[in-house]
């Protein structure tokens, strides 16, 4: 911590905690302690139990998390190599280039994702391109949402890294795609993985343009969660959403540990 005296850091810690619990940590575990409960009497829950994690992990439930699994891998693969390239390319612009192409990748996020849904729908529910009512345009959505971030995070690594490792391999003879393959990337590793980290999360939590989009036999976890607290079953759907936030900060954790390794190559 910043704070170097004693007094100091015991008012800085209460403050976090002042403001963390509440804002922060008690809503997760008051969804946490609904995952267990038949009912919510007073300020405690009761009726203890764990059958609600049987439906939220077999059934439709599962497969609801397979599918947002899938989805969020294939749009953070996606957006991860779209908007790296575009990164790489915009690199080499001019000034007023970078800035229409940053203004391009940050658009999707400045609006509302349901805009974003809406502008897929319209767009692909024709030929010559028809997605709508196939996986792919739920996937098309999240790549869209996502690319943003992939986008920003690999435009900052590009901003930071030092441009005599590129010098030095230049001199030595080695052509424009050996430089990329061999110097720029492992340096950019880290924040590649970042970057894949944080599409993941958010294409596992996106909601607003999936309700739109998402075809019956392709249902993402969010959905389903939506769906179970609209028709009144509070606690499986605090359940399953339990399953979400654990599955998202297990892949969450992995991602983090390769890049700690990456980052001392």
């Known amino acids: 911590m910043l704070v170097h005296s004693r007094k100091g850091k015991w008012t800085a810690w209460a403050v976090f905690f002042v403001l963390f619990l509440p804002l922060f940590a008690l809503p997760l575990v008051v969804i946490v302690a609904a995952s267990f409960s038949t009912s919510w009497s007073g300020a405690f829950p009761s009726g203890p139990t764990g059958g609600h994690y049987a439906a939220a992990t077999r059934g439709d439930s599962l497969q609801a998390l397979t599918t947002s ?133 958010l294409s596992m939590g996106e909601l607003s343009a999936t309700m739109m989009l998402y075809p019956p036999d392709w249902m993402p976890l969010p959905v389903q969660i939506y769906t179970a607290t609209d028709r009144g079953a509070l606690f499986t759907g605090s359940a399953v959403a339990v399953v979400l936030m654990g599955t998202t900060l297990l892949v969450l954790l992995a991602v983090s540990r390769i890049r700690t390794r990456a980052s001392y190559r």
């Open 69 to 201: 699994l899938v989805t969020a891998v294939t749009a953070s693969l996606l957006a991860l190599t779209a908007g790296s390239w575009a990164a790489l390319a915009a690199a080499g612009l001019k000034k007023r280039g970078k800035a229409v192409l940053d203004a391009l990748f940050v658009l999707p996020v400045a609006v509302p994702s349901v805009v974003v849904g809406l502008a897929v729908l319209v767009a692909f529910s024709q030929p010559p391109v028809l997605l709508n009512g196939t996986r792919w345009i739920v996937i098309l959505a999240h790549t869209i949402l996502v690319t943003a971030f992939a986008y920003q995070s690999v435009s900052a690594a590009l901003t930071r890294l030092d441009p005599a490792f590129e010098q030095a391999a230049a001199s030595l003879g080695a052509r424009p795609g050996h430089v990329l393959r061999r110097v720029k990337l492992p340096l950019l590793l880290p924040s590649l993985n970042a970057a894949a980290g944080l599409c993941f999360a």
